[in-house]
C-alpha cells in the first residue's frame, strides 16, 4: 500500500546503513522486505530464467476459464493450501490477478447486482479496517458499489457486501462477519494474512471467495501476483472477466517466478532433510517472533503507547501452540495522549494515522516487516521514548 500522505517518508532516500537519529524511518507503508534475507540465501533454487522467445501469447491455458493464468502456477497455489492446510481448493475455482489488490474490485464486480438502474449496493467493513479498500472502491465512483463504512454500523435493511479481513490490517485480530442485518449479504474474505508465519492455522478455510497474495506470503510484493478461490463458476467467471477487461490477464513472467518460489517452499517441505536450510515458514514465524518479542520490550519500557495482546492458539501446520504475530503493530497512546502519530514523528518514526483506518488519532499503524537495520533502530527509538 503507497500512499505517501506522511510526506518526508515518501521519498526519502534514506540510507539503510548509516541511519542516525534524525533520519525518518518509514513505517506507515506495508512493504514486506523482512524476508529478503532468506530468499537471498536462497537465490540459486529461485533463479528463473526466461529466454526472448518465450511467454509472447497472452494465452495460458484456453481449457480453463481463467484463460490467462499459467497451469504450473495453479498447481503450485493448490500444493501450497494443501501443505499449509489454510484453505480448501477442491472443487474450487482459482482466478489469478495482478495482486489481490485487482481480486478485491473483480471480486466487488462479480456479486455487485448487475443491473445498474438501482442504487450501488452498499460495501461495509469492521473498523478498524484496511485503508485501501476505501480508496479502491472511490477512485472507480461506480455505479454499481459505493463505500458504506464501518460494517458494525451498518443499519439499512438493503443488500451489502462485507469484506471480511482476518487475520485484519491494521490489528491483526481474527475476524468474522459483523454486519447485523436482515437484508440479504454477500461476503468476499482476505486472507492475504492467514498464513503460519503471521498467525497459527486452526481451521482449513472454505469461504465462498477468499482472497490471497504472493505479496505477504513470500514477500514478494513486486511481482503483483495474488489469487482468489472461488465456490462458484459463475462468480469465479465474472472476476475473471474483470481482469481481462482491466488489464488483459497476468503477466506470465511473475507468474512463473510466482510458480517457482511457491515449487521451492514445498519441495522444502517434501524433501526436509534435518540438516539442511531453515524452511521458510519456520523461517519467516522464528523472525516474527523475535521482532515482536523486541518489539514488546520497547513498548513496555517507553509506556506512551500500548499494544494488543493476542490469544494463543493451536497451529494444525506447525503443531504447536504459538502467538500471532502480525505484519503490522497496532498502537494506541497512553491516557494523556491525543494523537498517536505526532506521537511518532517526534522520534522520527512515520506510521499511518488511525483516521485512515476508521478509528481516531489515538491510534497508528506501523510496519513490522521493514529490513532489519529500519526495524532494529525504530525498536530502539520506541524504547527510548518518554511521556512529555
Ligand atoms: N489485502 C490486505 C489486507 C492487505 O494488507 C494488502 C496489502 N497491503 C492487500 C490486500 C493487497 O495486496 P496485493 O499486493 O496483493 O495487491
Redesign the pocket.
Known amino acids: 500500500?503507497i500512499n505517501n500522505n506522511c510526506f518526508p517518508c515518501s521519498n526519502d532516500t534514506m540510507s539503510l546503513s548509516n541511519l542516525s537519529n534524525n533520519s525518518i524511518i518509514d513505517a506507515q507503508k506495508?512493504d514486506p522486505l523482512a524476508f529478503g534475507s532468506y530468499w537471498k540465501q536462497m537465490s540459486d533454487e529461485c533463479t528463473v530464467v526466461i529466454k526472448g522467445w518465450e511467454l509472447m501469447s497472452y494465452y495460458s491455458d484456453s481449457s480453463n476459464m481463467c484463460w490467462f493464468m499459467l497451469p504450473e502456477l495453479r498447481d503450485e497455489i493448490e500444493r501450497l493450501h494443501h501443505l499449509v492446510g489454510n484453505a480448501v481448493t477442491k472443487d474450487k475455482y482459482i482466478v489469478v490477478g495482478?495482486?489481490?489488490?485487482?481480486?478485491?474490485q473483480a471480486a466487488l464486480f462479480a456479486v455487485s447486482p448487475s443491473d445498474v438502474s438501482d442504487h450501488p449496493i452498499n460495501v461495509v467493513v469492521t473498523a478498524p479496517y484496511?485503508s485501501?479498500y476505501k480508496n479502491a472502491i472511490n477512485v472507480l465512483h461506480s455505479r454499481m458499489f459505493r463505500w458504506a463504512g464501518d460494517a458494525t454500523l451498518y443499519d439499512e435493511n438493503k443488500p451489502y457486501i462485507e469484506v471480511v479481513?482476518s487475520p485484519?490490517?491494521p490489528d491483526g485480530t481474527l475476524r468474522v462477519p459483523m454486519v447485523n442485518s436482515l437484508a440479504e449479504g454477500k461476503l468476499i474474505h482476505?486472507l492475504?494474512?492467514y498464513w503460519p508465519q503471521y498467525t497459527p492455522i486452526n481451521y482449513e478455510a472454505g469461504h465462498d471467495i477468499m482472497?490471497f497474495?504472493?505479496?505477504?506470503c513470500t514477500g514478494h510484493?513486486g511481482s503483483?501476483?495474488?489469487w482468489a478461490i472461488v465456490k462458484d463458476i459463475a462468480v469465479a467467471k465474472k472476476m475473471a472477466t474483470f481482469v481481462q477487461s482491466s488489464t488483459m490477464g497476468v503477466s506470465k513472467e511473475s507468474q512463473t517466478r510466482a510458480a517457482k518460489i511457491i515449487a521451492v517452499i514445498c519441495d522444502g517441505y517434501q524433501n526436509f532433510k534435518s540438516n539442511e536450510s531453515e524452511l521458510f515458514f519456520e523461517y519467516s514465524k522464528r523472525l516474527m517472533r523475535e521482532r515482536w518479542e523486541k518489539f514488546r520490550g520497547a513498548i513496555e519500557q517507553s509506556m506512551v503507547f500500548n499494544v494488543t495482546k493476542y490469544p494463543r492458539a493451536h497451529c494444525n501446520f506447525t503443531n504447536e501452540i504459538s502467538e500471532t504475530y502480525p505484519?503490522f503493530a497496532w498502537l494506541k497512546c497512553e491516557e494523556g495522549i491525543e494523537n498517536s502519530h505526532h506521537c511518532l514523528r517526534k522520534l522520527n518514526i512515520c506510521g499511518r494515522e488511525g483516521e485512515r483506518f476508521g478509528v481516531d488519532s489515538k491510534y497508528v499503524r506501523i510496519s513490522m516487516l521493514g529490513i532489519d537495520d529500519e526495524f532494529n533502530e525504530m525498536v530502539k527509538r520506541l524504547s527510548n521514548a518518554k511521556k512529555e
Open positions: 500500500s506495508g495482478n495482486g489481490s489488490s485487482q481480486l478485491f484496511y485501501e479481513t485484519n490490517n482476505d492475504a494474512y482472497l497474495t504472493f505479496s505477504k510484493a503483483r501476483i495474488g505484519s
